[in-house]
């Protein structure tokens, strides 16, 4: 692209300002700016237009889950279908680490954190050591793929290769890029992060299929047999990868989808509740159902909208790649982002200063035609670390990592 194709696309915009300086720029840095201004999707802009709008919900009914009571009953059974599909090499492992970690404020990969006290003990290491209990379990490596962002992949894959992979086998570990959306001020204008460089960030985890599929991953899915995928976050220490007993529990079921669940807390826990939406499994968040919802009850007094998700969902592949055309929902959420002002300063807010563009993980459920609901144990399952202290924290997961055993 062209200066002034670049400016031609811009101006109508009301985005000129993105090449204020771009006469200061050495040759390599123009390229690079009208690289990504040729690449800039602009119809995103529209979704702040006329003030940030959340998309009504449909009809919601509860959705029942499989309940701690009956994976005790049924355990033996689900873990055996489970290993052996694993065993057959249809499972893999998706670990979502493309976010920012914003609110934990490191500099470098969330998963680069050190969780232990007296030793040594990274994010990333945990993770591992809790899918190597599968991999003992069935005797096969599970393939793991893991998503990173043009911002922390050089870090991540960096810190796999020095620390040996933490034992796991090379062969079997796959990195991949998510995309990227630019950053706006709450006036609409797109922020520049350097003059010749346009504010962006991880566009959401909901692109992880789409990436992986452009990195060309879809092949060596093919190649290995892979027939369903267990999506995970990286900042849940606790949680169980692969599990062969949710695996087991969504094939006997017959679903395209299983997700992991937790039972609520309180009726008010501020956490996305699995349910049905007209008609449809969906994850709807706490802060979109009504009072009457929240607490409706069943005749032996359990809430009916009880479940509450922890991110760890398992998908069919061959049904990823048919929805893979279908356009997700994009959710406008505020940020801090470091900008360089009118004066040409680089400013790093204290406070949000404008809107992110993001798809999420949680959505593609909608979009599938059934989905399981698992109950795990809370306390033996879920121990998210997003700030460093209080709720969902190191402290707290530290904590629950040592009741569950955890040297740390
Ligand atoms: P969060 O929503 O907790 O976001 O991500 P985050 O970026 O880690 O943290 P904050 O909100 O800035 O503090 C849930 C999971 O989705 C991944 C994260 O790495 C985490 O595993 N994720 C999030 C991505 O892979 N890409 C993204 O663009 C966003």
């Given at each position: 692209m062209t200066y002034e194709e670049a400016l031609r696309k811009l101006a109508p915009a009301g985005q000129g300002h993105l090449l204020e300086y771009y006469d200061e720029l050495s040759g390599?840095?123009?390229?690079?700016?009208?690289?990504?201004?040729?690449?800039?999707?602009?119809?995103?802009?529209?979704?702040?237009?006329?003030?940030?709008?959340?998309t009504p919900r449909g009809k919601l009914e509860p959705l029942g889950a499989v309940t701690l009571e009956t994976i005790k009953e049924k355990k033996e059974s689900y873990e055996k279908m489970g290993l052996e599909a694993i065993r057959a090499g249809k499972v893999g492992a998706v670990l979502l680490a493309g976010g920012q970690g914003t609110r934990l404020g490191l500099d470098k990969p969330k998963?680069?954190?050190?969780?232990?006290?007296?030793?040594?003990?990274?994010?990333?290491?945990?993770?591992?050591?809790?899918?190597?209990?599968?991999?003992?379990?069935?005797?096969?490596?599970?393939?793991?793929?893991?998503?990173?962002s043009e911002k922390n992949k050089n870090d991540t894959v960096n810190f796999f290769a020095r620390n040996d992979f933490f034992g796991y086998s090379r062969d079997y570990v796959f990195f991949f890029v998510q995309e990227m959306a630019p950053a706006a001020s709450y006036k609409g204008k797109i922020y520049l992060e350097e003059k010749g460089r346009i504010a962006t960030s991880p566009n959401g985890n909901g692109g992880w299929f789409s990436s992986l599929v452009r990195a060309g991953l879809l092949d060596k899915i093919k190649e290995l047999g892979?027939?369903?995928?267990?999506?995970?976050?990286?900042?849940?220490?606790?949680?169980?990868?692969?599990?062969?007993?949710?695996?087991?529990?969504?094939?006997?079921?017959?679903?395209?989808?299983?997700?992991?669940?937790?039972?609520?807390?309180?009726?008010?826990?501020?956490?996305?509740?699995?349910?049905?939406?007209d008609g449809?499994?969906?994850?709807?968040?706490?802060?979109?159902?009504?009072?009457?919802i929240i607490n409706s009850r069943d005749e032996d007094g359990r809430l009916l909208y009880n479940y509450g998700v922890i991110l760890n969902y398992l998908f069919e592949v061959n049904t990823l790649t048919r929805i893979l055309d279908e356009k997700m929902p994009t959710h406008v959420v505020e940020k801090k982002i470091p900008y360089i002002n009118e004066e040409g300063e680089f400013v790093k807010p204290d406070e949000p200063n404008g809107y992110k563009f993001e798809t999420l993980v949680l959505d593609m459920i909608h979009m599938m035609d059934n989905c399981l609901s698992f109950e795990v144990e809370r306390d033996r399952e879920f121990a998210p670390i997003k700030n460093m202290t209080g709720v969902d924290s190191l402290e707290s997961a530290r904590e629950l990592m040592k009741k569950n055993g955890i040297v740390l």
């Open positions: 390599d840095a123009k390229r690079n700016l009208l690289e990504q201004i040729d690449e800039l999707d602009l119809s995103l802009l529209n979704l702040i237009r006329n003030g940030v709008k959340e998963g680069m954190l050190n969780v232990g006290e007296q030793k040594e003990l990274y994010l990333f290491e945990q993770l591992v050591n809790n899918l190597m209990e599968v991999v003992k379990k069935a005797d096969v490596w599970v393939p793991l793929f893991i998503m990173t892979v027939e369903y995928l267990n999506v995970f976050a990286v900042d849940n220490v606790l949680q169980k990868i692969a599990d062969p007993v949710f695996v087991g529990a969504t094939l006997e079921a017959g679903c395209v989808c299983g997700s992991k669940v937790v039972a609520k807390a309180d009726p008010n826990e501020r956490v996305g509740v699995l349910c049905l939406e449809r499994p969906s994850i709807v968040e706490y802060y979109e159902m009504t009072d009457e």
